[in-house]
């Protein structure tokens, strides 16, 4: 990439403007933001990032764009962001289709069968995002439940295909939500069985984790995420309300930018009310964003627990 425009300096505006960037291929911030593995924010300005060669070829022309090729290091992080290489770019043919997302080291990938959100109409944007904050319960942050996502389905069947270690498989079957994680047997295909019609077939095979059933959730606090930075206590305390008298309604706050991170805790009088808001709002819309519900809980959320993945 060229020096980015005046003003944008820190590690975090460079990151942004990237994405920015190769929204103009995906003309989707979340599926941009996805496909980054990799970024340079110093001396040598520029990112990795896991697209088709047609993608490749259309990022190349974009302003800003000084080339585009193939990641010769994939597994390492040791990046040559120069252009002594550029020679190779676009035509060279070590751009294959098997230079994955990450490194397999110990994980898996896994198809995810979800059940169907309780709105009729949803994006795929907003599916995506639903998606990655079913897997925040797992994985604890933003980035890694991104980044290990590489396939969704979103209209006639619900689900995702990610890659995990099996303990956070294990551990994602039980979220509510969640019908089935089982290995991807296509894994280089972009045809996936969401429907489960190899399951039944499939659940001899120990590797196959079958979804919790639901069950009363003792408890009178809730954790919501997924909130439009938009989102009021007061939209909020509208939405959740019908089922019971409110003790709280807390949006956390970003102490710097003074803006919504996004999450909220909710506590109810009663643990009947909470079990029901838990089964009624989960999947729902707020001012444009599909929420997930979820038990609060009293420990700080974990991070990934997967051997390390590319950051940025």
Not at 42 to 61: P, Q, R, Y
Not at 244 to 267: H, P, W
Request: with cysteine; proline share 5%.
């Amino acid at each position: 990439m060229e020096t980015p425009p005046p003003g944008i300096t820190s590690k975090q505006k460079i990151i942004n403007y990237y994405v920015k960037t190769l929204e103009g291929v995906f003309g989707s911030e979340k599926e941009a933001q996805m496909c980054i593995y990799h970024a340079s924010c110093d001396t040598h300005f520029g990112f990795c990032c896991d697209i088709d060669e047609e993608a490749s070829c259309k990022l190349a022309g974009l302003p800003g764009v000084l080339f585009v090729r193939p990641d010769p290091d994939f597994d390492s992080m040791n990046k040559d962001y120069s252009s002594k290489h550029s020679s190779d770019q676009l035509s060279n043919s070590h751009m294959q289709s098997s230079n994955y997302l990450f490194p397999t080291r110990n994980s898996k990938y896994w198809l995810v069968r979800m059940d169907k959100p309780t709105v009729e109409v949803v994006t795929k944007a907003q599916m995506v995002d639903y998606y990655v904050h079913i897997l925040i319960k797992v994985l604890g942050n933003e980035k890694d439940a991104q980044m290990c996502i590489y396939h969704i389905s979103w209209q006639l069947n619900y689900g995702f295909c990610c890659e995990l270690d099996e303990e956070c498989a294990r551990e994602l079957a039980g979220v509510p939500g969640v019908l089935s994680v089982q290995p991807d047997e296509n894994y280089a295909s972009e045809n996936k069985d969401y429907g489960g019609d190899n399951l039944q077939k499939s659940t001899e095979s120990s590797d196959v984790i079958q979804g919790s059933q639901p069950i009363h959730v003792k408890t009178k606090k809730l954790f919501v995420t997924g909130l439009s930075f938009y989102t009021s206590e007061k939209t909020l305390r509208a939405a959740f309300e019908g089922f019971g008298e409110l003790v709280e309604v807390k949006i956390i706050m970003d102490k710097i930018s003074k803006r919504s991170k996004g999450y909220a805790f909710i506590e109810y009088t009663t643990e009947q009310a909470a079990s029901a808001a838990l089964k009624e709002m989960n999947g729902k819309i707020i001012n444009g964003w599909m929420i997930v519900v979820d038990v609060a809980k009293t420990n700080p959320p974990r991070y990934s627990r997967s051997p390390p993945r590319p950051t940025y």
